[in-house]
């Protein structure tokens, strides 16, 4: 398995593989991998011939105050987990190479950002979609999967590809929970024992919310109360925000038409986890 | 001669040159070709086996008062000129394809931006390097020709590249100039005959600055006071800027160590015309 430090050396690889008539699929992720990466990874090495995983930890998502700093870091362990998924390649250019002196360009994207984790995380999804865009550059995949637990996340991507004409199939996987419901995430290690507990709140009032919805209920307002009841009712949930919003637009919805996605931000303790639901009437 | 004007169809066509093995340039234009824009074909087709122009009219970067709807169109003899330059493929999208409903993504370039055209045109190099990142990405060129008339736009586009680590060689190209020294433009045939006569101004006085530099003035208050009086002298101009910058900065030098540029935006009825050269100490 190749490991890959540089642009140069990134867009030397991609060019031989998409001479070689070579279809590649990239995975970007921040590292600290676990099963919801690697499922990812499946999904595209079923699309691709050529599997390539990038590791960055991108300060500029990071806002003042967040933890860019603590965020895990593991590169060894995320080395062998790759290679023993199958990948074939690794890029994990350092952030001199990513940001050199004189770095200037941002890519924004103005509608789908402005709501959910964009309302208290206002310079969040630009550095998302700056770095993505640089990745799609370096590695120029044919495919590349993204995880639905950041559900504007995919939503703010597949809008950037569109409008910007990036010719990349942008493809969604479905979160990976654990045994309990928990949605995997790397920020789950900052749990205590009893926040790691409490948070089991969020996975479950998003299910019984489904439930509701398919049981006739079509009030969000409804829908938000009993999930925020319920996350506060831990006494250890401090919650960024509930909403059931329009799954293209992302805009708040007060009522289910036919479908909309649940999504929410709770911090336990220093970690800020998200999660969500996409809720159907039928 | 293939004219291609969808997103789609552009991707599909230079998906199939690169898949032959074949260096693709493209030539980035407003239409309303003139020699300028003919040394760039011709300057990108030595370069590449697949030359595409592209003709866009952008609107996003213009700015409200401007000539977006004014600005000249002549399809069918852009299409001769390009076809007799041996151009293989106009890459020629509507603004509806280009920006259709719910459009809302820019590619921003912070720094570079700001002076010359950037103080009286703020949103201008947004929509630059906006529709140019929408090009890049639908035709894939290996190279892309640009004319150094426009100094800072090149600057521009190629600090976006670097940043966003495209794959792509950004070739710039000197002016061409009537046989009396005005700069060609699209924008030229806006003058009346008298704005015309008055507009030689701009080329002339440049030329005087350049031999200041070389006799040793290295004042740019001086330089730039020459150019002013010569340019006011004929009673005509309406100056937008004269400025002396730092060639990659871009930012006012007021001595020139060893080289800088010149340029100038001037109004001469409602044509805004731009020049620039060059300074070299020695």
């Given at each position: 398995m190749k490991i890959v430090r540089t642009v140069h050396e990134m867009h030397a690889f991609s060019k031989r593989m998409r001479n070689a008539a070579k279809i590649v699929s990239l995975v970007p992720t921040m590292g600290f991998l676990h099963e919801g990466h690697l499922?990812?990874?499946?999904?595209?090495?079923?699309?691709?011939?050529?599997?390539?995983?990038?590791?960055?930890?991108?300060?500029?998502q990071f806002g003042p105050g967040e933890d860019y700093e603590a965020y895990p870091r593991n590169f060894d362990r995320d080395k062998e987990m790759v290679e023993r998924a199958g990948g074939d390649c690794i890029y994990a250019p350092s952030v001199a190479e990513m940001y050199p002196e004189g770095?200037?360009?941002?890519?924004?994207?103005?509608?789908v950002t402005q709501n959910l984790c964009g309302l208290t995380r206002p310079t969040h999804f630009d550095g998302v979609t700056t770095v993505v865009a640089k990745l799609f550059n370096a590695v120029t995949p044919h495919v590349a999967v993204f995880g639905e637990k950041d559900f504007q996340q995919l939503r703010v991507i597949k809008q950037m590809v569109q409008d910007l004409n990036m010719d990349i199939d942008v493809v969604g996987m479905p979160i990976v929970r654990e045994a309990d419901g928990l949605a995997m995430s790397s920020r789950n290690r900052y749990l205590s024992p009893e926040e790691r507990k409490a948070a089991l709140s969020l996975s479950q009032s998003?299910?019984?919310?489904?439930?509701?919805?398919?049981?006739?209920?079509?009030?969000?307002?409804?829908?938000?109360n009993h999930v925020r009841?319920?996350?506060?009712s831990t006494g250890m949930g401090r919650i960024d925000y509930v909403k059931v919003c329009d799954t293209l637009t992302l805009q708040d919805c007060s009522r289910i038409e036919d479908e909309a996605v649940m999504a929410l931000a709770v911090y336990f303790g220093k970690a800020r986890l998200?999660?969500?639901?996409?809720?159907?009437?039928g």
């Amino acid at each position: 398995m190749k490991i890959v430090r540089t642009v140069h050396e990134m867009h030397a690889f991609s060019k031989r593989m998409r001479n070689a008539a070579k279809i590649v699929s990239l995975v970007p992720t921040m590292g600290f991998l676990h099963e919801g990466h690697l499922s990812l990874m499946r999904e595209a090495e079923k699309r691709s011939d050529v599997l390539v995983v990038s590791i960055f930890v991108n300060p500029i998502q990071f806002g003042p105050g967040e933890d860019y700093e603590a965020y895990p870091r593991n590169f060894d362990r995320d080395k062998e987990m790759v290679e023993r998924a199958g990948g074939d390649c690794i890029y994990a250019p350092s952030v001199a190479e990513m940001y050199p002196e004189g770095y200037q360009t941002r890519v924004q994207v103005a509608q789908v950002t402005q709501n959910l984790c964009g309302l208290t995380r206002p310079t969040h999804f630009d550095g998302v979609t700056t770095v993505v865009a640089k990745l799609f550059n370096a590695v120029t995949p044919h495919v590349a999967v993204f995880g639905e637990k950041d559900f504007q996340q995919l939503r703010v991507i597949k809008q950037m590809v569109q409008d910007l004409n990036m010719d990349i199939d942008v493809v969604g996987m479905p979160i990976v929970r654990e045994a309990d419901g928990l949605a995997m995430s790397s920020r789950n290690r900052y749990l205590s024992p009893e926040e790691r507990k409490a948070a089991l709140s969020l996975s479950q009032s998003l299910f019984e919310a489904r439930e509701m919805v398919l049981s006739g209920e079509k009030n969000t307002a409804v829908l938000e109360n009993h999930v925020r009841g319920k996350i506060e009712s831990t006494g250890m949930g401090r919650i960024d925000y509930v909403k059931v919003c329009d799954t293209l637009t992302l805009q708040d919805c007060s009522r289910i038409e036919d479908e909309a996605v649940m999504a929410l931000a709770v911090y336990f303790g220093k970690a800020r986890l998200i999660d969500n639901i996409v809720l159907r009437t039928g």
